[in-house]
């Protein structure tokens, strides 16, 4: 079991940057690729970012790409995601999902624990 908390969301201008956390509770992180998604009402979840087990494989959605970069520090049991120049579009709900398996990783039934969700507001 693998528990995951994500924090660092609120609310930010069009331009703007955050950095999103997801830290988990279990000391074997490092044997789970890390995938984030959102979901933005009315619509249904979407990849953002996966990265491996290790750092060193990263894959991003195309409409993040160059905006958005995902990162890990396993000995701090947490991955981030850096988001900058924000637009109104990535307004969501924002979750962290584990996997164990090693796969492209980019739909939300890959991915076995959840997060809560973080929220993440750009204003226009």
């Known amino acids: 079991q693998v528990q995951l908390v994500e924090s660092g969301g609120g609310l930010v201008q069009a331009g703007g940057s955050l950095r999103l956390s997801c830290v988990a509770s279990r000391r074997t992180f490092n044997n789970y690729a890390i995938g984030w998604f959102r979901q933005a009402p009315g619509k249904e979840r979407e990849f953002v970012a996966r990265?491996?087990?290790?750092?060193?494989?990263?894959y991003y959605a195309d409409s993040v790409k160059g905006r958005f970069t995902i990162s890990r520090d396993n000995a701090k049991n947490t991955v981030y995601l850096q988001m900058n120049s924000l637009k109104p579009e990535d307004t969501a709900l924002y979750y962290c999902a584990a996997d164990d398996v090693r796969r492209l990783g980019i739909n939300s039934y890959d991915y076995d624990y959840w997060g809560q969700g973080t929220q993440v507001t750009v204003s226009s």
């Open positions: 990265i491996s087990w290790s750092g060193g494989s990263k």
